[in-house]
């Protein structure tokens, strides 16, 4: 953690249109097939979850979530490239699970990149567990597809 956030506490806010530039270019940082800025915007019309976690006025993540009957889904969450290994994804997961129980939400679902195996085990030191699989569920390299791993986290 560098020295500056050392002195600043964090917090979440709502993810806005305002700040989508900042989180797009994140997003883009972070993934070969990042969302879109129309995919945040779409998730935010669409009336999802979508929270940002902050250190002072810097982004330090974000999560996107839509709730269903009895569960909520994870569509998004991102850390900054340069905050991971600190600790910030597990915030974001307390945070997620903290909303869908007042949400009286029973389970948490993600899908996530069969090749992307630190997300995989963040997921897994957090307590989901791998339920599934979806072929061909993510966009890859030329023009082809990654399957995706469904976890799922009971509340």
Same mark, same amino acid.
């Given at each position: 953690m560098s020295?500056?956030?050392k002195s600043m506490e964090a917090g979440f806010e709502p993810m806005t249109e305002s700040?989508?530039?900042?989180?797009?270019?994140?997003e883009r940082r972070a993934y070969a097939h990042p969302w879109t800025r129309g995919n945040f915007i779409d998730s935010l019309r669409?009336?999802? +979850?979508?929270?940002?976690l902050c250190v002072g006025d810097a982004i @330090? =993540?974000?999560?996107?979530?839509?709730?269903g009957v009895d569960e909520?889904?994870?569509?998004?969450?991102?850390?900054?490239p340069e905050h991971q290994g600190q600790g910030w994804g597990r915030v974001l997961l307390d945070a997620l699970a903290l909303w869908a129980r007042s949400q009286r939400s029973q389970w948490l679902w993600l899908e996530v990149r069969t090749s992307?195996?630190?997300? +995989?085990?963040?997921?897994?030191?957090?307590?989901y567990?791998? @339920? =599934?699989?979806?072929?061909?569920y993510y966009p890859a390299d030329q023009g082809t597809r990654e399957d995706a791993i469904v976890m799922s986290y009971k509340l």
């Open positions: 020295a500056v956030f700040r989508l530039d900042e989180v797009v270019a994140i669409s009336g999802y +979850q979508a929270q940002l @330090v =993540g974000y999560f996107v979530a839509m709730q909520v889904h994870l569509l998004n969450i991102t850390v900054e992307n195996k630190r997300a +995989q085990q963040v997921y897994l030191r957090y307590g567990r791998r @339920v =599934g699989e979806r072929k061909h």
